[in-house]
């Protein structure tokens, strides 16, 4: 059992940067998928970017591209997703998640953090 936990949500300016972490306790990432999702009000849950954990191959929604990153910390078993340049479209509740095959689609994430909020103002 993967238990996930996110930090480093808060409040930021437009143009403003923010990195979240996700940690996982309970067992290792090394044979997952670990990929950040996002929901705001009244929209669907949606694919931000997501890593390999064993390769460190990534990818990133287009929607983020050039401003969000992924990467990991194999010491501290923590995925990291780095916010740059942030808009208020991307006020969101943030979660990471960790499969076992790779998928863009959150039904394919078994475990699933509590989640981080984020609040880009304008």
């Known amino acids: 059992q993967v238990q996930l936990e996110e930090s480093g949500g808060g409040l930021v300016q437009a143009g403003g940067s923010l990195r979240l972490s996700c940690a996982a306790s309970?067992?290792?990432?090394?044979?997952?998928?670990v990929g950040w999702f996002r929901q705001a009000p009244g929209k669907e849950r949606e694919f931000v970017a997501g890593?390999?954990?064993?390769?460190?191959?990534?990818v990133t929604a287009g929607s983020v591209k050039g401003r969000f990153a992924i990467s990991r910390d194999n010491a501290k078993n923590t995925v990291y997703l780095q916010m740059n340049s942030l808009k208020p479209e991307d006020t969101a509740v943030y979660y990471c998640?960790?499969?076992?095959?790779?998928?863009?689609?959150?039904?394919?994430?078994?475990?699933w953090g509590q989640g981080t909020q984020v609040t880009v103002s304008s």
């Open positions: 890593i390999i954990w064993s390769s460190s191959y990534t």
């Open positions: 998640a960790a499969a076992s095959g790779w998928s863009r689609s959150s039904n394919a994430y078994n475990y």
């Open positions: 309970g067992h290792t990432f090394r044979n997952y998928i």
